[in-house]
């Protein structure tokens, strides 16, 4: 039985997962954006959120207004509320392209962010050929299958699944299959450089 976050974003009516929206402002720690299809979004980042633009790292002060988003993000606790954990500043030709409904992943964002309805964030117990176990905070220990298409994604780079870092959080994105079995289409992680203090100038 499926409990806590997880469970979160099945039952909640708003949008979660892979999201592209425009940004409208950021209040304190959380971004508001208009999606695809016309909602307005309010989901949060923290010490854990990785951000980049042509895969040079961001922070929350380089994001602005009418910017466009792509981002995975999961929902936490009773609330269901929002986190962003992974956001990426797309390039304007990419806004929204062929894009039918909020959720549905083409190749726009395939290096990005892959096809899969849920999202895990946990620690690597396990990495076989073809078995990856993930230990969890909430739901404890889930297993996935690993498929030949799976990638493994440091820093928004794609490495070897021999390189999966096993002392850091990552995140998972998955699905089930036509057997009901789960599945992982992407394992992410890197690790959160926080950005040097500017020295006032004389």
Known sequence: MLTGGLAAQLRSGQPTGILEGRLVRISGQTLH?????????????????????????????????GDFLELVTERQGISGTCFARMIHVAEAERRFAGRTRVGAVKRSTESFAPRGSLTITGMVKNLQDHTLEIRTRQ????????????????????????????????????????????????VAWGTIVQPEKRVPRP
């Open 33 to 65: 954006l208009i999606l695809e299809d016309g909602p307005e979004l309010a989901c949060q980042v923290d010490g854990r959120t990785y951000m980049d633009r042509s895969r040079e790292r961001l922070y929350l002060k380089d994001l602005k207004p």
């Open 139 to 186: 739901e404890g220990i889930m297993k996935f299958r690993v498929r030949q298409d799976t990638t493994f994604v440091r820093d928004g780079v794609e490495v070897a699944a021999a390189e999966v870092d096993r002392t850091q959080p990552v995140f998972v994105r998955a699905g089930y299959d036509f057997n009901g079995e789960l599945e992982v289409y992407q």
